[in-house]
């Protein structure tokens, strides 16, 4: 088939990548030239394990190209992708006009019959939105579809490729054979295609971030209160999750959630209520959990070595939100840093992905930056695990404790054993374990 994706961020990129992938002729459209002209050189502008690969190699066959003329992109297609962002605005909304501005686009460009596949994540009513722009603009027929993406930072690649369920919003008869044809490959194993009305496909992938946010915010305040009762949060959750009504996934204490969707996401279907006069008390309980568990760990550090920190240095493991991605939006340790910044401490972090990032749109050059872990840890009072890397999993304490000028860790994701790590002389904190 032949696809336009409007938009190279991480959806529009993955999407249109693995579309090629697939065999079908994908055109990516993005209107920042640089990240273009990047793309068309081999580079890619995001950390995704297996995308370069998969890019280059398409690229290379001549199924995946790259422009910024969109309506070139659009001429002949006969699916167009939406693939740009929805930032959230100050009141939470979904800010819509990216994805507005390229319905209008599509609608003045398309040159036959196209289906149109919003990919964004957008809040119910945006279909008829879109479709509202295209009965104004289309000289030929065209459906929208409303088609969100699951993907988790880290496994897009795997999420696209073998998706648990493909969610597909519509309104004619026409486009189910389309959507069937197009994405025939990743249903051969039996996972289904869901079709529904749009705004049910749009309210799916808020009800299943919002409900995965709640998980979290809910163990993580289960955590604290472990800490006030002397009990172990790992055994708690794994005596809960055991049953099979709850499960293990996404039940894991830490410092916050982050990232790109879920406290986007949290936020947008929050306002969707506030607009219908039904606000959510369990979302608005969860987005006010998740914002105090991100200063949990600065706070134990300053328990640990008082309210000003002025002469003291501490090492941070972790910048981006979660392993396997370099998105430091919304990321925890950005808000521990930030305050043990304003409380007069020094830090130098290590990331194995994630500190080119730091360094342009986060925390800048208020901190210093090390080549590896071990760098990271001379002479720092103590170090604060943030990321839970693979690299980070297994220390050898000993030369840890020879690094550090004090031997304290503060673990803001629960990765270590308690035992073993005092056992080797170190102090440990943690989170919701005695």
């Known amino acids: 088939m032949q696809i336009c994706v409007v938009g190279t961020g991480y959806v529009g990129l993955v999407?249109?990548?693995?579309?090629?992938?697939?065999?079908?002729?994908?055109?990516?459209?993005?209107?920042?030239?640089?990240?273009?002209?990047?793309?068309?050189?081999?580079?890619?502008?995001?950390?995704?394990?297996?995308?370069?690969?998969?890019?280059?190699?398409?690229?290379?066959?001549?199924?995946?190209?790259?422009?910024?003329?969109?309506?070139?992109?659009?001429?002949?297609?006969?699916?167009?992708?939406?693939?740009?962002?929805?930032?959230?605005?100050?009141?939470?909304?979904?800010?819509?006009?990216?994805?507005?501005?390229?319905?209008?686009?599509?609608?003045?460009?398309?040159?036959?019959?196209?289906?149109?596949?919003?990919?964004?994540?957008?809040?119910?009513?945006?279909?008829?939105k879109v479709r509202a722009i295209l009965e104004e603009t289309a000289k030929h027929p065209y459906d929208v579809v409303s088609n969100p993406e699951f993907l988790k930072e880290g496994a897009a690649i795997d999420d696209f490729m073998k998706p648990d369920r493909i969610v597909v919003g519509f309104q004619h008869a026409e486009t189910r054979p389309v959507v069937d044809r197009l994405y025939a490959p990743l249903v051969r194993s039996g996972k289904p295609i869901l079709y529904m009305d749009n705004r049910s496909a749009e309210m799916s992938k808020y009800a299943s971030n919002a409900f995965l946010a709640t998980r979290i915010s809910f163990i993580n305040e289960l955590a604290l209160l472990c800490e006030k009762v002397n009990a172990d949060v790992d055994a708690v959750r794994r005596g809960a999750g055991s049953d099979s009504r709850i499960g293990l996934r996404f039940f894991f204490p830490g410092a916050g959630y982050g990232g790109s969707c879920f406290p986007k996401d949290v936020k947008a279907l929050m306002f969707t209520a506030e607009q219908a006069n039904f606000p959510l008390k369990i979302l608005t309980a969860v987005e006010a959990v998740n914002e105090q568990q991100k200063t949990v760990m600065a706070s134990k550090v300053l328990k640990r070595?008082?309210?000003?920190?002025?002469?003291?240095?501490?090492?941070?493991?972790?910048?981006?939100?979660?392993?396997?991605?370099?998105?430091?939006?919304?990321?925890?340790?950005v808000v521990v840093a930030k305050t043990l910044l304003e409380a007069g401490a020094t830090i130098t972090a290590y990331d194995p992905e994630a500190m080119p990032e730091s360094r342009s749109h986060y925390l800048g050059e208020t901190i210093g930056y090390a080549e590896s872990p071990a760098e990271a840890l001379d002479g720092a009072d103590a170090l604060i695990l943030m990321?839970?890397?693979?690299?980070?999993?297994?220390?050898?304490?000993?030369?840890?404790?020879?690094?550090?000028?004090?031997?304290?860790?503060?673990?803001?994701?629960?990765?270590?054993?308690?035992?073993?790590?005092?056992?080797?002389?170190?102090?440990?904190y943690c989170i919701g374990r005695p």
């Open 15 to 128: 999407a249109g990548t693995c579309l090629a992938d697939m065999g079908h002729n994908v055109v990516c459209v993005d209107k920042d030239a640089d990240k273009v002209a990047l793309l068309r050189g081999g580079g890619v502008p995001i950390y995704e394990p297996g995308l370069e690969h998969l890019v280059h190699r398409n690229t290379r066959e001549g199924r995946l190209s790259f422009t910024t003329d969109g309506a070139t992109a659009v001429d002949n297609a006969e699916v167009a992708y939406i693939a740009v962002g929805t930032p959230s605005a100050d009141d939470g909304s979904a800010d819509l006009g990216g994805v507005l501005a390229v319905a209008r686009m599509i609608g003045e460009a398309m040159t036959s019959r196209t289906t149109v596949i919003i990919k964004s994540t957008v809040p119910v009513g945006t279909a008829d």
């Open 305 to 333: 070595f008082g309210g000003d920190l002025t002469g003291k240095h501490f090492a941070l493991w972790g910048l981006a939100f979660k392993p396997q991605t370099d998105d430091m939006r919304e990321a925890p340790a």
């Open 387 to 428: 990321t839970e890397w693979n690299e980070f999993r297994t220390v050898d304490w000993d030369a840890m404790r020879e690094r550090l000028k004090r031997p304290v860790v503060f673990d803001g994701r629960n990765i270590y054993d308690p035992s073993t790590v005092r056992a080797a002389g170190i102090e440990y």
